[in-house]
């Protein structure tokens, strides 16, 4: 079962424009991780942000995390067309590596 | 470093038979993880090898079964297969609580 949902579950943009996507998840966790798919295709890792991390930055993404509120944003400036994939958050509660994936929005930045 | 590949990358199966799937991790990687991705149910968790001993499973019937070798390989099997199971099924490696990096994954279809 999935325990995140990101949100929105699709969204279009122009390049150039910033994308925001948020995840909401259930239980506690250890870490939180961001992954992109283009096309059925592999899972390529994005970022990873821990429980006790509230914001981190690599190249043109940043995340955030809200324990609190158990939700996490990925924010993507300067959007281009080669960013359009699926996204996916992955939570773990740690001692183990099996990680719960939501069900991933869908990005298309058009040129 | 060579990343995770899996093999094979696609594979038709007739309803009845049974499919074995590979996974080599990256080189030091002890722990692999086995995915099921579906357009209806998403990705969801297979199981996952931590030197030869399976650490967690998921909540799929025993006909799916997986191993792990001494160099850290891994295999999955999949017996009397059903339409259901075809799916993207994706490997990935990590260090311990660290990042996972998924293979291209291997589109299994079942006629």
Partial sequence: SQQGEEDPQALSIQEGENATMNCSYKTSINNLQWYRQNSGRGLVHLILIRSNEREKHSGRLRVTLDTSKKSSSLLITASRAADTASYFCATDKGGSEKLVFGKGMKLTVNP | ?111
Avoid at chain 2, 14 to 42: A, D, E, F, M
Avoid at chain 2, 44 to 71: D, H, I, M, V, W
């Fill in chain 2, 1 to 111: 470093k060579a990343g995770v590949t899996q093999t094979p990358r696609y594979l038709i199966k007739t309803r009845g038979q049974q499919v074995t799937l590979s996974c080599s991790p990256i080189s030091g990687h002890r722990s692999v993880s086995w995915y099921q991705q579906t357009p209806g149910q998403g990705l969801q968790f297979l199981f996952e090898y931590f030197s030869e001993t399976q650490r967690n499973k998921g909540n799929f019937p025993g006909r799916f079964s997986g191993r792990q070798f001494s160099n850290s390989r891994s295999e999955m099997n999949v017996s009397t297969l059903e339409l259901g199971d075809s799916a993207l099924y994706l490997c990935a490696s990590s260090l311990a609580g660290r990042v996972a990096f998924f293979g291209q994954g291997t589109r299994l279809t079942v006629v």
